[in-house]
């Protein structure tokens, strides 16, 4: 078995494809995928309640050992009612003013676009600050603002038209995903097999292009209450939310 804790949106645009060739490739294996808020990614993986995590803007700490994984480029996204919407490309310097759903200011992400912001001296009237990408999306897409969120995150929204997207000339505005482990943990060879999987799928196909996530049927849903309503894979469960 392997133990997997992932954020939200790793889960929600990447991991079903992964579990079904898991599983396909090795179907004795179970494994069992938690969705959680980022820290408590990294408490679960620190006190061996997962084996692995997967998470955004990876760090190493003293318990903990952070691998590279991929990059997801970052987008300006917008309602499709909205005036950038139908563009190919945009200057981030053409967001000043605009009002802005942005991230809560404790995340690393929030921090990232707030510095490729400012070094443009482009100021955004930040309207709503929200925790996960699935909120922010939801208030785009009543047209509260524009936002800057990874390309792979939308892809759905913009395969049903709710969301457009734009591309910006600014190289740096991308999030890692990485995956940690606990320092000094010997993994199972489930685990290490998993892990090459994931490294070896992006090697072979790069970022998911935007035709396959809008695709994946299987992927979780939210409720009512913000949380994935299912997550379904062969052997393996989903649950929380971040």
């Known amino acids: ?9 790793v889960g929600l645009h990447h991991m079903n ?3 079904h060739e898991f599983l396909a ?3 004795k294996a179970n494994v069992r ?3 959680q808020h ?3 990614v990294y408490d679960d993986v620190e006190n061996d309640r997962a084996d692995i995590g997967l998470v955004s803007y990876a760090r190493n700490t003293r318990a903990i050992e952070a691998m590279e994984w991929r990059e997801e480029p970052m987008v300006l996204v917008c309602a499709s009612i909205h005036e950038f919407a139908g563009r190919k490309e945009m200057s981030l310097d053409e967001l000043d003013d605009q009002s802005f759903v942005g991230f809560d200011s404790h995340l690393t ?6 510095r490729a912001l400012n070094k443009r001296n482009v100021d955004v009237d930040v309207v709503t600050e929200f925790v996960n990408i699935e909120t922010n999306k939801r208030a785009i897409e009543l047209n509260a603002g524009v936002s800057i969120l990874p ?4 892809a759905r929204e913009v395969a049903a038209g709710t969301l457009a997207t734009v591309r910006l000339d600014a190289e740096e505005l991308v999030r890692p995903l990485g995956i940690i482990r606990r320092r000094g943990k010997e993994l199972t060879s489930t685990a290490h097999r998993f892990i090459e999987l994931l490294q070896r799928e992006t090697e072979v196909d790069g970022e998911l292009t935007s035709d396959a996530l809008a695709g994946d049927g299987n ?8 949380k994935p309503s299912h997550q379904q894979s062969s052997d393996a469960t989903a649950s929380g939310v971040a």
Do not use: K, Q
Not at 1 to 9: C, D, E, G, K, P
Not at 109 to 114: A, C, F, P, Q, T
Not at 219 to 226: P, Q, V
């Open 151 to 154: 390309e792979p995150t939308v």
């Open 25 to 27: 490739e090795f179907p």
């Open 33 to 35: 995928l938690e969705y």
């Open 109 to 114: 992400i929030r921090r990232e676009i707030d």
């Open 219 to 226: 992927a979780a849903h939210e409720n009512g209450d913000g």
């Open 1 to 9: 078995a392997v133990r997997v804790a992932s954020i939200y949106s």
């Open 38 to 40: 980022p820290a408590r």
């Open 17 to 19: 494809r992964y579990l």
